[in-house]
């Protein structure tokens, strides 16, 4: 009988929908943190329940071949990037096989043809968005940095090797300011402090670099030393500041102020130019999100007289990427400042035969189909984690377009969401994954579905 504290020795043997290692102890599965399958480790239990337990890792005994020496000197503390410590091709495969299982257990699909997942070139420095929380350590002295994993206690760090490489500098440079001014660092638990989080853009295609201040207050002292300081990084383009005065853990308020230059920075995925603010949401690896969107275009395999809907488009990226090759593309979500954005990326790049809607897909979709007989003759769906209402697919299977291509962040609820659609006529034709998140458990996925009566023209 397995009992907290007790330390023992296990083999890992998979690898858990987190990124934990999983191992066996008399049968009694343990899930072990920064684990990779094949290590033989000593373990210490930390919670024991019924039939499984967590445990934390003491001592690698004899190493996985997998394993490699995470480049990152606070991997596995810090909560962004949970498999660092294993072989990148292997967590490719990782991917891979996530994908896989949940389409065979969830989805019920036994023969499936998946393409190889798009891997990373260079899996370092991709980020374009990074988010600093500052606040102090025990001895008063200022931090800036990451959350540990699962906690609100602040890493200090100047740097990380997934986001962009300038946030060297612009983090050398806060922490020097912060501290010659005396700004004081937010407290989450007294909800006193000024500075919240630091919030940093990059456009990588165009060198443009955004900092914005997350403060607990209406305004920063010494705001012309701060732009003096933060103009002399290459690419600055924009530095301004989000007021956030409520007392909660969501990042960002809804009220953002120019201190210089611009209130946005502009990036290119492909040829399409985009604007991006500090709350825009935007994909935060442009590499491969490029990739993505082909893959996703590809998919379409537009001919140019096709009606497309982009449901969830949020500031309109992959309706614009498709405007170019189809007849006409409706742009749906429920976000109004996103589909400002979308409208505004429209229109930079001379885009007139795309149109967006502020609404939840599931309402937006039926209601146009039916005042207005608006057709479909591909749908493109790209949901948060949560997957897809099941009246719009009930929606979609109505309206019967000859193709879905369905673009997701969370293999489970694509899993379910395409065995709804499956059972409404759809079969499943092709399925490929990308990274997108290099050292994260996360990956996104790319679907085709065909109607099943138009299977032969798909
Ligand atoms: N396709 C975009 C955004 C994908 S993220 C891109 O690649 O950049 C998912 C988006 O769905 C978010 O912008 C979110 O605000 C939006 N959303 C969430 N629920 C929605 C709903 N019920 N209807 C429409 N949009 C929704």
């Known amino acids: 009988m397995v009992k907290k504290n007790d330390q023992l020795i296990v083999t890992i043997e998979d690898i858990g929908a987190n990124g934990e290692g999983i191992g066996k102890y008399q049968g009694y599965t343990l899930f072990i943190k920064n684990t990779a399958v094949g290590d033989k480790v000593l373990v210490k239990v930390m919670k024991a329940g019924k039939s499984y337990g967590y445990a934390r890792l003491m001592e690698i005994i004899e190493p996985s071949a997998f394993r490699v020496s995470p480049i990152c000197p606070i991997a596995g503390k810090c909560g962004g990037c949970q498999i660092m410590h294993l072989d990148y091709e292997k967590q490719l495969e990782y991917k891979e096989d996530k994908v896989r299982n949940c389409l065979t257990k969830i989805g019920g699909f036994d023969k499936i043809t998946m393409e190889p997942i798009v891997g990373m070139d260079y899996p370092y420095y ?18 800036i940095g990451f959350y540990a994993s699962r906690t609100h206690s602040i890493i200090d760090t100047d740097h990380c090797y997934i986001g962009a490489d300038v946030n060297i500098k612009i983090i050398k440079f806060m922490r020097s300011f912060t501290e010659k001014y005396n ?8 909800h006193t402090g000024l500075l919240r989080h630091i919030l940093t853009r990059m456009g990588y295609k165009t060198g443009e670099v955004m900092v914005c201040l997350v403060i607990n207050g209406k305004d920063i002292p010494h705001k012309n030393k701060l732009v003096e300081g933060l103009r002399k990084i290459p690419g600055m383009k924009s530095i301004c500041l989000n007021i956030n005065t409520s007392n909660t853990n969501v990042i960002l308020g809804e009220k953002v102020i120019k201190v210089w230059g611009e209130t946005y920075i502009e990036d290119y995925i492909g040829k399409v130019k985009y604007r991006i603010s500090p709350l825009s949401f935007f994909q935060v690896n442009p590499i491969q999100t490029e990739k993505l ?3 996703a275009l590809e998919y379409a395999d537009l001919q140019g007289d096709e009606v497309v809907w982009d449901l969830y488009c949020g500031i309109g990226t992959i309706s614009l990427f498709l405007a170019e090759k189809a007849k006409k593309v409706y742009g749906v979500e429920i976000i109004p400042q996103a589909i400002e954005d979308a409208k505004v990326n429209a229109r930079i790049n001379g885009i007139d035969n795309a149109e967006f809607y502020v609404g939840a897909a599931e309402e937006i979709l039926p209601k146009k189909h039916k005042e207005e007989n608006i057709s479909a003759d591909v749908i493109v769906v790209d949901p948060p984690r949560k997957g897809c209402d099941q009246k719009l697919l009930d929606t979609i299977i109505s309206i019967a377009p000859k193709k879905v291509v369905y673009v997701s962040c969370d293999p489970a609820t694509l899993a379910r969401d395409l065995k709804y659609l499956h059972e409404g006529g759809y079969e499943l034709k092709k399925v490929r994954p990308v990274d997108q998140f290099g050292h994260s458990v996360h990956v996104e996925t790319v679907v085709l579905m065909c109607a099943s009566s138009e299977a032969g023209k798909c």
């Open 183 to 190: 700004i004081e660092p937010y407290d989450e638990v007294k």
């Open 293 to 295: 969107y082909n893959l």
């Open 126 to 143: 991709y980020r374009n968005k990074s988010q600093f929380p500052v606040g102090k350590n025990k001895e008063g002295k200022v931090v």
